[in-house]
């Protein structure tokens, strides 16, 4: 069924912290690594500006230039980086076989996944609907389009903080919209939140509908203790709930839990399948940080290089 089929002794799948600390180690450990970046090459860090608690940039750096220094260093050592998409794998035997956007077929000795994860929507019709015509779950990739209008994010863990102080200095106004009395995100953050002027937190809602037409002119919010309904007037409504790892393609394979992120033996980055590790995200719903990705990428890119040398593949 494929085009072309190439063997490879070490695969790394996605190019986030994780994908690209691993391929930094497993080029200078001479695998040889090839790795498909995915659909959003240099990963969810892309989408942020700030990074401030990555070690060794004691001014802080953004994220987007932060991946490419990742990236630049992973192709010195050699690392062979491809546009391309892991559309299915089969495990079933000692070579791990990875098809490549529906067509290319990589037989792999091991394999390092660091497909991370991606975000989560409220499930309403009216916020695909207007999903990229107001709606939107990234405020740094979109905030800049809202600049001096009133607009509204949902959520309260660390993102939802993050996106609306962000927010609140580009725009007039910022609704924030959380389901609970009480936000989840770290006491620094919920301070810096509720000390910034314009915005207004609107506790225990929830999103009904998203109103507009060709795009977003407002939201219907209800406080779900009073039951009373209120008309935001916004023209951008963000989502920042949480995240889902990308691990879809490895169901059946990899043992995963209940939310699908991929189960590892603890200390370690070996999956249940000889020779495929998992790293990043993708197996890390705790803490999930660019430095605890990074990390585990290198974890992987050790444990693959062990297992090659305990099989005696050269
Ligand atoms: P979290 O899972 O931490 O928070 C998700 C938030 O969205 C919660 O407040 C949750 O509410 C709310 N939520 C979930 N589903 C819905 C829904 N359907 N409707 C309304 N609200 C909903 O995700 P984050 O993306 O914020 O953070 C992920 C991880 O990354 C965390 O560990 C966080 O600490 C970390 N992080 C760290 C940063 C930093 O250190 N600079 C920056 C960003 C993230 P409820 O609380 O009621 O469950």
């Known amino acids: 069924m494929s085009e072309t089929i190439e063997h490879v002794r070490c695969l790394i799948i996605g190019s986030g912290p994780a994908g690209y600390t691993a391929a930094i180690y497993a080029a200078r450990a001479a695998l040889k690594p090839v790795m498909y970046q995915g659909l959003q090459p240099g990963g969810q860090l892309t989408t942020t500006t700030e990074v401030e608690n990555y070690p060794g940039y004691p001014k ?119 389901r609970r009395s009480e936000m989840r995100a770290s006491k620094a953050m919920q301070e810096r939140v509720l000390k910034t002027p314009n915005i207004e937190m609107l506790w225990d809602s929830e999103t009904k509908e998203i109103i507009g037409d060709k795009g977003v002119t407002g939201a219907t919010i209800i406080n779900l203790k009073t039951k009373e309904e209120r008309t935001l007037n916004i023209s951008g409504f963000f989502v920042a709930i949480g995240h889902t790892p990308n691990t879809q393609i490895f169901k059946g394979w990899i043992d995963m839990d209940e939310t699908g992120y991929l189960k590892t033996t603890p200390g370690t980055s070996k999956t249940n399948i000889e020779g495929v590790f998992a790293v990043g995200d993708a197996q890390d719903k705790v803490y999930r940080q660019a430095v605890t990705a990074a990390g585990s990428g290198c974890m992987g890119a050790l444990d693959a290089e062990r297992y090659l040398a305990a099989k005696g593949i050269h």
């Open 60 to 178: 802080g750096t953004q994220g987007p230039q932060m991946m490419e220094d990742f990236k630049a260093q992973a192709e010195r050592f050699g690392t062979d980086i491809r546009w391309g998409i892991a559309t299915k794998v089969d495990f079933k035997g000692p070579v791990h076989k990875v098809i490549i956007d529906d067509t290319k077929e990589i037989h792999a000795d091991t394999v390092i996944i660091a497909t991370g994860a991606s975000a989560k929507w409220l499930g309403l019709d009216s916020e695909q609907r207007f999903n990229g015509f107001g709606v939107s779950a990234c405020a740094v990739c979109d905030g800049f389009f809202f600049k001096g209008q009133d607009v509204a994010i949902v959520g309260a863990g660390d993102t939802a903080a993050e996106e609306a102080t962000y927010l609140a200095k580009l725009c007039k106004k910022v609704y924030m919209i959380v």
